[in-house]
Each structure stands twice: as structure tokens, then as C-alpha cells.
């Protein structure tokens, strides 16, 4: 296996795919994508605009969807819900579609959809990844940070960075013969240097400092625990997971 590490989505290489691509958003898309799949959603459909997530969603059932949507953090004006993945119980979205977009994570989907095999990882459900990697073993694996508005994430590369610390750890691995680039090392030594205070990280990140402003102290909290949900969400056709 090659490992592969890119901060954002933007720094992935153009007009090549991997065998299978991980997208994380610890803040919070992929943390809230596992906990509603967890939860017994039907599905997790994914939009880079709102135009086209309302157009899609019209042709849904009303009692079997719900909008949710973040701008800068914030719930889009009409949605059901904003991105906290605490709303995301079994009551409000069991054997529901959710429709989701994003500022970050939903585009770094987007732009890695055609891909064989499409993941979405975040700390909460780290351990069922590395899982279906060792069990399935693809040759080439990019993890894309989401990252926020085209720069580095401090708390998505820590998560590429348990990954791969893992992957190491149990297969093996000779890191040379492992790390595709320069910034696996990179992720590894970081998530080494916070993984007993992830909660901590994430209240240097700058995400996370907008979203305790915007008073989500308890997500923050909650995205920041380990292998908690064993929940794998892997994309069924282009944009739906
Ligand atoms: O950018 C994103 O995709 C979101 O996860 C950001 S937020 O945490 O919902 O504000």
C-alpha cells in the first residue's frame, strides 16, 4: 500500500485517481456524516451548492429527507439542520436521506468522487477505516484534508495522521515504503505529538476557535473522541454515501 497525504483538496494531483480516496472534515462534515449514518440515516447525499442540493432534494420525499447545510459555520437560512453532528440522533434522522452541503468537506468529495472507492474518516470512527483498509489492502490510498477555503487544517491532517500511524503500527509497514510523500510524515507527527489531547488541538485550530464563537463548545468535545462509532461510510454511486 501507498499512503498518501494532501492537506487540501486542492493540493491533490490533477487528472489521476487513486485506488481509494479518504475525505476527512473532523469540523465537522465527516464527524457528522459517520454519526448519522451510525444513526440509521438511509444515506448521506452530498452537495457543493445549494441550488443544485434543492433541486435534488424537491424530487425526495418530504417525510424522508432533511436538508442539512453549513455557510461559515452557520445552518443555512430554511434547513432542518445546521452541521452539528449531535443533531444527528436516530429520533430526527432514522432511515432518512440526508442532503447535505458544506463549506469545505463537501467539495473535497466532489472533486474525488470518481474514485473506485470513496471513504469518509473523521477521529470518531478512525479505527473502522483503518479496518477496511487492512482487510481490502489498495494499492494507492490518497486521505484529502478538507481544510477551510482552500488552506490548511490543522485537525484534518492530525486525522490523516492516526490513520496512517495505525496502518503503520499494525501492518508493519516500513514507514520509507509506505509514505507516498513528505506529508505523511508530516501527519503522523503531529497526531503523535496531540493524540492523548485531540480536544485540546482542536481548540488551537482555527475552526475551532469560529465554531466555539459560535458557541459549539459540545461538538467540539464530541469530535474529538477516538473509535468511538464502527460505521464505514463508503460511497454507493457518485455523491451518496
Ligand atoms: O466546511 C465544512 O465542510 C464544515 O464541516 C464546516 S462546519 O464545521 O460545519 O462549520
Not at 18 to 35: E, G, K, M
Not at 142 to 155: A, I
Request: aromatic share 8%.
Amino acid at each position: 500500500m501507498k499512503f498518501f497525504v494532501y492537506h487540501t483538496p486542492e493540493l491533490a494531483p490533477a487528472n489521476v485517481l487513486p485506488d481509494c480516496a479518504i475525505v476527512v472534515d473532523v469540523l465537522r462534515a465527516t464527524t457528522t456524516i459517520a454519526t448519522a449514518l451510525n444513526a440509521g440515516a438511509e444515506a448521506v447525499q452530498v452537495f457543493s451548492d445549494i441550488d443544485s442540493l434543492m433541486q435534488t432534494s424537491e424530487n425526495w420525499p418530504a417525510d424522508k429527507r432533511i436538508r442539512v447545510g453549513e455557510r461559515g459555520g452557520a445552518k443555512v437560512e430554511g434547513f432542518d439542520l445546521g452541521n452539528s453532528p449531535l443533531s444527528c440522533t436516530p429520533e430526527f434522522v432514522k432511515n432518512k436521506r440526508l442532503f447535505m452541503t458544506t463549506t469545505n468537506g463537501t467539495r473535497s468529495l466532489e472533486r474525488i468522487q470518481a474514485t473506485p472507492v470513496v471513504l469518509t474518516a473523521a477521529f470518531i470512527n478512525r479505527r473502522a477505516i483503518v479496518e477496511y483498509l487492512i482487510a481490502k489492502s489498495p494499492e494507492t490510498v490518497w486521505v484529502l484534508g478538507s481544510g477551510w477555503e482552500g488552506s490548511f487544517s490543522l485537525e484534518d491532517t492530525a486525522c490523516a495522521g492516526a490513520v496512517a500511524q495505525n496502518l503503520v503500527h499494525e501492518m508493519g509497514y516500513p514507514l520509507d515504503d509506505f509514505a507516498g510523500n513528505d506529508e505523511v510524515f508530516a501527519a503522523i507527527s503531529l497526531y503523535s505529538q496531540w493524540q492523548n489531547n485531540l480536544f485540546e488541538l482542536l481548540n488551537h485550530a482555527s475552526h475551532g476557535q469560529r465554531l466555539l464563537r459560535l458557541g459549539c463548545y459540545e461538538d467540539l468535545q464530541y469530535c474529538a473522541q477516538e473509535d468511538i462509532l464502527d460505521v464505514l461510510p463508503i460511497q454507493k454511486e457518485p455523491g451518496v454515501l
